[in-house]
């Protein structure tokens, strides 16, 4: 079975810039996860998706940050206008519908650094 | 709120050696206690979870783990350290929210001596 996929794997860019990063998940995966880890701390959920719907962006930046998932499969995660502080690797995960028990699949992740 | 603690920022040991890694969570029920591995510019993949049954769980890679209710820890052991298993590991909860979303820890770093 075909992992997460995630694009780019590094990005840099200027503070004040913008910047989008993409997640398809595992064919059938109905849960799709993005979570933003900061160097030296574990993961944090930024938002989660139950098909095309969200579930929880309780700690999205929302002034910020914005996310998708069309059609219930890939998603694009966006940042506008990026800060210094947003350098992170961003991981995408996925679970199968009621299987999020059962532990997630992630992705590589990107790796952005806001200079 | 559930939390994660990991005390451990950093573990040294030689390869052969055995390892416990430990994390402490909270949480008022029976939790579903994961942990993750994350090799350097990979995401995470999962050792080994717990959710009931058998408080001692194998994982992949020679793993294992014991939930502990009574200490609210779930340390993961290997009994003899290679050299590819110098890592990142986290422990992670999931979060009784409803979402399934996951609580984790701040990690711990292996490195391992030849």
């Known amino acids: 079975e075909a992992g997460v996929a995630q694009s780019p794997r590094y990005k840099i860019i200027e503070k004040r810039q913008s910047v989008a990063f993409w997640c398809n998940p595992i064919?059938?995966?109905?849960?799709l996860y993005w979570y933003q880890q900061i160097l030296g701390q574990g993961p944090k959920l930024l938002i989660q998706?139950?098909?095309?719907?969200?579930?929880?962006d309780s700690q999205l930046p929302k002034d910020r940050f914005s996310a998708e998932r069309l059609k219930g499969v890939d998603s694009t995660l966006k940042i506008q206008p990026a800060k210094l502080e947003d350098s992170a690797v961003y991981l995408c995960?996925?679970?199968?519908?009621?299987?999020?028990?059962?532990?997630?699949?992630f992705g590589s992740g990107t790796r952005l650094t806001v200079v | 709120a559930q939390s994660v603690t990991q005390p451990d920022i950093h573990i040294t040991v030689s390869e052969g050696a055995s390892l416990e890694l430990r994390c402490n969570y909270s949480?008022?029920?029976?939790?579903?206690l994961f942990w993750y591995v994350q090799s350097p510019g990979q995401g995470l993949q999962l050792l080994l979870k717990?959710?009931?049954?058998?408080?001692l769980v194998q994982g992949i890679k020679g793993f294992e783990a014991e939930f502990k209710r009574s200490q609210s820890s779930f340390n993961l052991r290997k009994p003899s350290v290679h050299w590819s298993d110098a890592a990142e590991y986290f422990c992670?909860?999931?979060?009784?929210?409803?979402?399934?979303?996951?609580?984790f820890g701040t990690g711990t770093r292996l490195k391992v001596l030849a």
């Open positions: 949480y008022g029920a029976t939790p579903y």
């Open positions: 995960a996925s679970s199968p519908p009621g299987g999020a028990h059962y532990g997630y699949t």
């Open positions: 717990y959710f009931s049954g058998d408080t």
């Open positions: 998706f139950q098909n095309n719907g969200v579930v929880d």
């Open positions: 064919s059938g995966h109905a849960t």
């Open positions: 992670a909860v999931v979060s009784d929210s409803g979402t399934y979303k996951y609580i």
